[in-house]
C-alpha cells in the first residue's frame, strides 16, 4: 500500500508539473510559501522552474527578492531597494524582439545592481500599436529562490518554432524556455503561457537555428560554449536536436582560432540557399578582428576551422552579434561597424550566400550600444538592442526592410528609427529646435560651407519629448562637405555643452544641404530666361523658414 501511495504521488507531482501553467499577476492565489497555487516545486532549487507573473499593483510593490530591502549585505555591499517598478531598475539591457500578428513583444533582463547580479530576472513587455507606445512590463519572470541560493535568469531569446510555436528561451544554470501558445491573440488577456521547462544541460547565448539536413528533414542546431559544470569557454559545442526539441545531444565541436582570448563565443549559426552552414562567434576586445567564422558543408557534422581578421562585417569589438537567413534567402548581420567600441549598430545584408556583404544601414550610430536581436515577420525585420545599460538604461528597436538596408536609409512605410522600447534612465530625447531658420538648404556647387555656416545662428531653443525647453549655444562643422561635389551634406551643431540628461539622439541638431550643379541658359530661346527660371525654387527655399522636429 506504501509503494502504491509513493507511485500516486509521483504520477500527480508529474501531472501538475506538466500542466499549462496558470497566468498568475501579483494578486493571485497564493499557497502559505507564497508561491502561486499549482506551482509544484519547493521553490529553493536551480532546478526549479521560474514563474512567469503578470504585472499589476501588488506585483509592482514586491521586493524583487527580500535582500533587496536596502540594508542587507552581499560580498560586503549594501543592496539598493528595489522592486519591481520599472523607476527602481539599477540597469537593464541584452534584449530580444519578436512579432506575432498585430503585437510586438520584447523581453531583456534587469534586476539587482548589474549583470550577472543574484537578483537578475526578465522583464516581458508588447506593444500593439506597431511599437509607438509600450506596456513595460507586461510580465516579469523570475525563480522564488527561497532559500536565497542566488538563482538568477539571463540572457532571453525568442525562438519561433518551423510549425508556429514561440518559445522564449533563458539561462538559469541550464537552458530552460517557456512556450507561448497563443501570443497573438486578439485581446492580450487571452495570452496563455506553459510553465517554463528545463531544455537542456548547456548554455544558449543564441536561439537554435531550424535547419534543412541531409535527409530532408527539419533539424534545430543550438551552438553552445559550455556545459553546465564545465568550462570551456574555447570550445563550441553544436547541440542537435532531430525532435522539435525534445532531446538533444552534441553533434560536433569546433576549437576557437583566438582560445586564449576568447571567453564567451556567443556563437550562431545560420544556413545559406546551397545547404552549407556559416558558424560566426565572438572575440574578446576585438583581438584578431573581434569575430571569428566556420563554415560546414556537411550539415554541421565537421567543420572548416575558424577564421578571423576577416573584413566586415565579420569584426567587432568584443560583443554578441545578431546572424540569421531571411526568408528571401539574403543573409542578415547585425553588428558594430568597428572593432574599437560599442558604436554604430549596423544592419549589413548579403545577398549572394555570404560571399559579399554590399548593403549596410547605421541603426544607431552612438557609443554603448550592443546586443542586438532581429526577427523577421512579413518582410519587416526588427531590431532591438540596449544602449548605456547603466547610464541611459534604454532598449531601443528599428524596424526595416531589405529595400531599406540596400538604400542605406529608413524609406519603408512603417520603417522605425531608434524607437523606444523602455527608458528608465533620466536621458531626453532633443525633439524639436523651435528658433525659426532655414533647415533644408539648396544651393549651387561651388557654395562655400563657411557662408552657409555664417548665415546660421549659434544659439538654439529646443524641445525635448517632454516638451521641456533649453537655450542652447555652439557653433556649426561641416566634416565631409565638399563645395565642389553636387550631393547631400549635412551641417552639425555642436552645442558648447548640452544641458544634463539631454541628448540628440536623432540628429535633430542638424541642417540639411543640397548642392546642385548651375543650369545652363536655354540656347534655343536666345536669352538666360531657362537659368533664371530654375533658380527661382532656390531663392524660394532660401527665404522659407522651417521647424526642425521629431516625427
Not at 493571485?28 to 510559501?33: F, H, L, P, R
Not at 555570404?354 to 541603426?363: A, D, I, S
Not at 532591438?384 to 512605410?413: M, Q, V
Amino acid at each position: 500500500m506504501k509503494k502504491l501511495l509513493t507511485l500516486c504521488l509521483c504520477a500527480l507531482l508529474l501531472t501538475v508539473a506538466a500542466l499549462p501553467f496558470v497566468k498568475t499577476g501579483g494578486g493571485g492565489a497564493k499557497a502559505a510559501n507564497g508561491l502561486p497555487d499549482g506551482y509544484a516545486y519547493s521553490g529553493t532549487n536551480w532546478t526549479d522552474p521560474a514563474i512567469m507573473r503578470l504585472y499589476d499593483a501588488e506585483l509592482a510593490d514586491t521586493l524583487i527578492d527580500p535582500r533587496a530591502d536596502g540594508a542587507t549585505k552581499i560580498d560586503n555591499a549594501t543592496q539598493k531597494r528595489e522592486t519591481y517598478k520599472p523607476a527602481d531598475r539599477q540597469w537593464q539591457g541584452l534584449p530580444t524582439v519578436a512579432r506575432t500578428g498585430g503585437r510586438l513583444w520584447a523581453v531583456w533582463y534587469t534586476g539587482g545592481g548589474k549583470e550577472p547580479h543574484q537578483f537578475n530576472y526578465l522583464a516581458v513587455a508588447y506593444s500593439g500599436d506597431e511599437g509607438k507606445t509600450w506596456v513595460d512590463p507586461w510580465a516579469v519572470i523570475d525563480h522564488p529562490d527561497l532559500n536565497r541560493a542566488g538563482v538568477s535568469l539571463v540572457l532571453p531569446n525568442f525562438f519561433l518554432t518551423p510549425s508556429g510555436d514561440l518559445w522564449l528561451y533563458f539561462l538559469q544554470s541550464q537552458t530552460w524556455g517557456i512556450k507561448i501558445t497563443n501570443p497573438d491573440a486578439a485581446n492580450i488577456a487571452d495570452v496563455q503561457f506553459a510553465q517554463a521547462k528545463a531544455i537542456g544541460n548547456f548554455k544558449e547565448h543564441k536561439p537554435p537555428t531550424a535547419i534543412v539536413n541531409e535527409n530532408g528533414a527539419e533539424e534545430w542546431l543550438m551552438p553552445a560554449e559550455a556545459m553546465v559544470g564545465s568550462d570551456e569557454p574555447s570550445v563550441t559545442s553544436v547541440w542537435s536536436s532531430v525532435n522539435q526539441g525534445a532531446t538533444w545531444s552534441v553533434k560536433s565541436r569546433v576549437t576557437s582560432s583566438a582560445a586564449s582570448v576568447r571567453k564567451w563565443g556567443e556563437s550562431q549559426i545560420a544556413q545559406t540557399a546551397d545547404g552549407r552552414l556559416i558558424l560566426v562567434s565572438r572575440i574578446e576586445k576585438g583581438t584578431a578582428g573581434g569575430l571569428e567564422r566556420a563554415i560546414s558543408s556537411d550539415f554541421g557534422k565537421t567543420w572548416q576551422p575558424f577564421e578571423n581578421n576577416l573584413p566586415q562585417p565579420f569584426i567587432g569589438p568584443g560583443s554578441k552579434v545578431h546572424f540569421m537567413k531571411l526568408s528571401t534567402g539574403s543573409l542578415l548581420m547585425v553588428n558594430h561597424a568597428t572593432t574599437s567600441s560599442r558604436s554604430l549598430m549596423t544592419a549589413y545584408l548579403s545577398t549572394d550566400d555570404g560571399e559579399t556583404w554590399p548593403y549596410r544601414l547605421t541603426l544607431d550610430g552612438r557609443d554603448d550600444v550592443s546586443y542586438p536581436y532581429a526577427y523577421e515577420y512579413g518582410g519587416k525585420i526588427y531590431a532591438a538592442w540596449d544602449k548605456g545599460r547603466y547610464k541611459e538604461k534604454e532598449i531601443r528597436f528599428a524596424c526595416i526592410t531589405e529595400g531599406d538596408i540596400k538604400a542605406g536609409a529608413f524609406r519603408s512605410a512603417g520603417a522605425v528609427d531608434k524607437g523606444v522600447i523602455s527608458k528608465t534612465g533620466p536621458y531626453r530625447d532633443v525633439a524639436e529646435i523651435t528658433t525659426e531658420m532655414e533647415l533644408k538648404i539648396t544651393r549651387p556647387v561651388g557654395t562655400e560651407s563657411d557662408t552657409l555656416k555664417a548665415a546660421l545662428p549659434t544659439a538654439l531653443a529646443v524641445k525635448d519629448t517632454d516638451g521641456k525647453e533649453y537655450a542652447l549655444t555652439g557653433a556649426w562643422s561641416s566634416k565631409g562637405y565638399k563645395k565642389d561635389a553636387a550631393g547631400v551634406y549635412k551641417l552639425i551643431f555642436e552645442p558648447d555643452a548640452l544641458p544634463t540628461y539631454l541628448q540628440d539622439t536623432y540628429g535633430i541638431l542638424s541642417v540639411e544641404v543640397t548642392l546642385e550643379e548651375e543650369k545652363q541658359p536655354d540656347q534655343r530661346m536666345g536669352c538666360g530666361c531657362g537659368a533664371a527660371a530654375a533658380y527661382v525654387p532656390l531663392l524660394v527655399a532660401g527665404l522659407l523658414l522651417f521647424k526642425r522636429k521629431r516625427a
